[in-house]
């Protein structure tokens, strides 16, 4: 079983929609948790980062973190074509004493298509 | 605005070659990390650098695959001899030690034949 579940989809949407992404995870030392956009052929770019628990709001933007259930979601508000990508969440644990920062853990993706 | 630079963008090689990758991080950023990303997969480390020295190579397959950061800036990822299942997106990350983030580069796309 991988440490982090992401529903592959393909998503399909109208615009305008509420879209809700959803990952669980099994590993309880992650810590920090991102979602990432990923438009085709391209580097992953950070949408959210958010520590611990509790929500953060960015535009049109939720990311939501349940550590007690280990279940993170993103939430796009008003959602644009300019939205159609795969959407990555990735997290990692605490920094170790004197080290650098470590590796991040994704999901799978997530293929979302907003259609005008 | 500074971004992580990776060359070549696509790269088609048949088996048994030897193929390298480039990556030049963000300037300043100590951290860098080479991740491959299967089609239809999330991205999964294969190696991390701190300065010049190797963090995290528990995921690179050492038989074929090297990595190095001589002077603790720009980066080299060789495969050889090059596999059909080598055939993956390879993407270069970097970070500071002040900030949680890691920056990604567009990535060099590997086909082997």
């Known amino acids: 079983q991988k440490e982090v579940e992401q529903d592959p989809g393909p998503l399909s949407v109208p615009e305008g929609a509420i879209v809700s992404l959803n990952c669980t995870y099994s590993?309880?030392?992650?810590?920090?948790f991102m979602w990432y956009r990923q438009y085709s052929r391209k580097g992953p770019e950070l949408l959210m980062y958010t520590y611990s628990s509790g929500n953060k709001e960015d535009g049109r933007f939720t990311a939501q973190v349940d550590k007690s259930s280990k279940y993170i979601s993103l939430f796009i508000r008003d959602s644009q074509p300019s939205d159609s990508a795969t959407y990555l969440c990735?997290?990692?644990?605490?920094?170790?004493?004197?080290?650098?920062?470590?590796?991040?853990?994704f999901g799978q993706g997530t293929i979302l298509t907003v259609h005008p | 605005e500074a971004e992580v630079a990776q060359s070549p963008r696509y790269k088609i090689t048949e088996k048994s070659q030897a193929v390298a990758f480039w990556c030049d991080p963000i300037s300043g950023h100590a951290t860098l990390y080479w991740y491959r990303q299967i089609l239809g997969q999330g991205p999964e480390l294969l190696v991390q650098f701190q300065d010049e020295s190797v963090v995290d190579d528990s995921q690179l397959p050492k038989d074929r695959f090297s990595a190095e950061r001589l002077k603790g800036v720009d980066s080299t990822l060789k495969i050889q001899p090059a596999e059909l299942g080598d055939s993956a997106m390879y993407l270069c990350?970097?970070?500071?030690?002040?900030?949680?983030?890691?920056?990604f580069g567009a990535g060099t796309r590997l086909s082997v034949l």
């Open positions: 990735a997290m990692r644990g605490v920094r170790a004493g004197g080290t650098s920062y470590g590796k991040l853990t």
């Open positions: 990350a970097s970070s500071s030690d002040r900030e949680n983030i890691q920056y």
């Open positions: 590993n309880s030392a992650f810590q920090y």
